[in-house]
Nanobody, 126 residues
Framework: QVQLVESGGGSVQAGGSLRLSCAASRYTSSSYCMAWFRQVSGQEREGVAVICPSGRTSYAESVKGRFTVSQDNAENTLYLQMNSLKPEDTAMYYC????????????????????WGQGTQVTVSS
């Protein structure tokens, strides 16, 4: 079992930055792909970014060049640095984990992830 707790959400103006954190209850970086998703009420959950034990990352096209996923192995914490934020980035952001290191090109797919946090809200105003 892996428990995940997100933090760092908030309200920011367009063009601003936020850094989201996801604290894991156990060491994950050697065995789990860790991902960020986002969801707007009434819409499907969208994969944003993933980092796998190999260190390889992948992003949704809509955030490439603006968002960076990383992890601190010593702290069992996953991060999402979000720069040049846009109003369309407004959503509830979730971190998730899946066992294994089968990285593939493209954004993460929600059905593959077994463990989820409760989410943190990001609101970007124009």
């Amino acid at each position: 079992q892996v428990q995940l707790v997100e933090s760092g959400g908030g309200s920011v103006q367009a063009g601003g930055s936020l850094r989201l954190s996801c604290a894991a209850s156990r060491y994950t970086s050697s065995s789990y792909c860790m991902a960020w998703f986002r969801q707007v009420s009434g819409q499907e959950r969208e994969g944003v970014a993933v980092i796998c034990p190999s260190g390889r990352t992948s992003y949704a096209e809509s955030v490439k060049g603006r968002f960076t996923v990383s992890q601190d192995n010593a702290e069992n914490t996953l991060y999402l640095q979000m720069n040049s934020l846009k109003p369309e980035d407004t959503a509830m952001y979730y971190c998730a984990a899946r066992f294994g290191d089968n990285w593939y090109r493209g954004p993460p797919l929600a059905y593959q992830y077994n463990y989820w946090g409760q989410g943190t809200q990001v609101t970007v105003s124009s």
